[in-house]
């Protein structure tokens, strides 16, 4: 059974090997990873870590274009599956083609209802902290991302060209 925890170093080697399921270099959707992150060495992986379990805390400066944001890793035991955030807010960009929530399981754990559990603990977050409609997009191929946005709800608004290529735009009431 799937779990969402708080981004632990405990699980670095775990972590690794999900990164490389994905690819060296891949974006992660909802991972909070740049490409500046040192994720490979301890020291690294465990600045980056502390960032991630600090992205709420709207006392800290954030770098240009970053939001107020909590991240959390799909874990089945030890093994690291995927990730998802919740992003506090909007900016112009997350509006147009990022939305609230930002979701990806890695390939070798896809097909199994992962990504459908972690957006209903991530919506069910967002109720708690009366964020209501939340966005969330995908890219306009991404059918079995649609259709797991469709399963919590989600209102299709458009599909539109965006930084992130064609994007499919849908709110979730979360009340």
Avoid: K
């Avoid at 994905?22 to 690294?44: A, F, I, K, Y």
């Avoid at 959390?72 to 939305?99: H, K, M, P, Q, T």
């Avoid at 458009?158 to 994007?167: I, K």
């Amino acid at each position: 059974m799937p779990a969402l925890i708080t981004p632990t170093t405990r699980l670095h080697r775990s972590w690794l090997a999900a990164r490389d399921d994905w690819g060296r270099g891949v974006h992660q959707d909802g991972g909070g990873l740049q490409p500046t992150d040192d994720v490979d060495s301890p020291e690294g992986f465990a600045a980056w870590v502390g960032r991630l379990r600090d992205g709420a805390d709207e006392s800290r400066p954030l770098p240009n274009g970053l939001v107020p944001a909590l991240y959390w890793w799909i874990v089945e035991g030890d093994e690291v599956l995927g990730a998802i955030s919740l992003r506090l807010r909007l900016n112009d960009f997350l509006l147009r083609a990022g939305g609230h929530i930002g979701y990806g399981v890695r390939p070798s754990a896809r097909g199994r209802g992962v990504a459908t559990f972690a957006l209903g603990a991530a919506l069910a977050e967002a109720a708690r902290r009366d964020i209501d409609p939340v966005l969330v997009t995908c890219d306009d191929a991404n059918v079995p991302s649609a259709r797991t946005i469709e399963r919590h709800g989600g209102v299709l608004e458009d599909v539109r060209e965006t930084e992130r290529g064609r994007t499919r735009r849908y709110w979730i009431r979360t009340r």
